[in-house]
């Protein structure tokens, strides 16, 4: 019988989600100052708007290392893909006093910065769960090779997750997929290939949409009648309802003003797995749902329930 993690306090978990959010604060998609330009540019320059992996502009340079808030006992890596580009990731392991090696989460990002900016959110989540914690940096972005696209993304997603299955110290682990707006697509669609094996205990979705087109008209409102010429679809919507073996945490910030809320509002409606739990965040914006009260409390509560429940 594994052991299910233990709470960490209130206190400690608001103080690390706070210091976690002064690295987050990173554009989405982009601001709505450029929404006139990028109606022009949809078309033509759409996988830079999409993908802004430039920003903040030392974003490919300057990677936050783990040991910049605390964690020592990571490992700094560079995973071949299929295709030849390489990804920069971190695998970073529990304090000894805090393990829990049977429970690894895997964290894609979203669509600005880069792993290092989101480092005190792996800080948070291997402190409260005590857990492994895996952090892919997509092709392009940060130190990873490469140009992202749709197609890039979702085979880097796949290496990342084949790098923990096979690796010696996670391939018998329980997995829990974790992904925040950009990365809830990325994790949607790898969860719903990779069900069937039965290792992918969990599924945590934050702030994400039910596709890009959809997603255009409230982030660029002049560029709505362009959205039928973008080819980045990202069709979370037609994926999610595949999901059907893996339990799914729904994470909502009610005041995100990138992503409408009503996107998650119809994911949720719309998932087929055999649990799904819904949490909404009240005052949570696009970029700072992570620092509200009782965010990882309901992840915590998430994983003890479905995904270590049946060890009790």
């Known amino acids: 019988?594994?052991?299910?993690?233990?709470?960490?306090?209130?206190?400690?978990?608001?103080?690390?989600?706070?210091?976690?959010?002064?690295?987050?604060?990173?554009?989405?998609?982009?601001?709505?100052?450029?929404?006139?330009?990028?109606?022009?540019?949809?078309?033509?320059?759409?996988?830079?708007?999409?993908?802004?992996?430039?920003?903040?502009?030392?974003?490919r340079t300057n990677v936050p290392k783990p040991r910049q808030f605390g964690l020592t006992d990571y490992e700094d890596?560079?995973?071949?893909?299929?295709?030849?580009?390489?990804?920069h990731a971190l695998f970073i392991r529990p304090s000894k006093?805090?393990?829990?090696?049977?429970?690894?989460?895997?964290?894609?990002?979203?669509?600005?910065?880069?792993?290092?900016?989101?480092?005190?959110?792996?800080?948070?989540?291997q402190d409260v769960l005590g857990c492994n914690v895996f952090m892919l940096e997509y092709r392009g972005y940060g130190l990873s090779t490469g140009v992202p696209d749709e197609a890039g993304?979702?085979?880097?997603?796949?290496?990342?997750?084949?790098?923990?299955?096979?690796?010696?110290?996670?391939?018998?682990?329980?997995?829990?997929?974790?992904?925040?707006s950009l990365g809830g697509a990325v994790a949607i669609n790898l969860v719903a290939k990779n069900q069937e094996k039965g290792d992918i205990k969990g599924l945590i979705l934050e702030n994400t949409f039910l596709s890009i087109r959809k997603l255009i008209p409230s982030v660029f409102p002049p560029a709505r009648y362009l959205a039928?010429?973008?080819?980045?679809?990202?069709?979370?919507?037609?994926?999610?309802?595949k999901i059907t073996q893996v339990p799914v945490l729904f994470l909502s910030g009610l005041k995100d003003e990138i992503v409408p809320p009503s996107n998650m509002t119809q994911l949720f409606a719309i998932c087929k797995a055999p649990r799904k739990v819904w949490r909404t965040l009240p005052n949570g914006a696009h970029n700072d749902s992570v620092a509200e009260?009782?965010?990882?409390?309901h992840i915590l509560s998430f994983v003890t329930e479905e995904v270590f429940g049946d060890d009790d």
């Not at 393990?99 to 989540?125: C, E, Q, S």
């Not at 039928?228 to 309802?241: A, G, M, N, T």
């Not at 009260?293 to 409390?297: D, R």
């Open 1 to 59: 019988m594994s052991e299910s993690p233990q709470p960490t306090s209130s206190w400690s978990i608001g103080s690390m989600a706070n210091n976690a959010v002064q690295f987050l604060r990173l554009p989405v998609l982009a601001s709505s100052g450029l929404a006139v330009v990028a109606s022009g540019l949809l078309y033509f320059k759409q996988n830079e708007l999409i993908y802004p992996r430039n920003v903040p502009v030392d974003a």
């Open 228 to 241: 039928r010429f973008c080819h980045q679809y990202w069709i979370s919507e037609d994926v999610l309802p």
């Open 77 to 87: 890596l560079h995973i071949p893909t299929p295709d030849g580009e390489s990804l």
């Open 97 to 125: 006093k805090r393990a829990h090696r049977d429970l690894t989460v895997i964290m894609f990002h979203g669509n600005a910065g880069n792993v290092g900016h989101r480092v005190p959110i792996a800080r948070v989540l």
């Open 153 to 180: 993304l979702k085979l880097d997603a796949q290496t990342g997750l084949d790098y923990i299955r096979q690796r010696a110290e996670t391939r018998d682990t329980k997995i829990v997929v974790y992904g925040q």
């Open 293 to 297: 009260p009782g965010y990882f409390e």
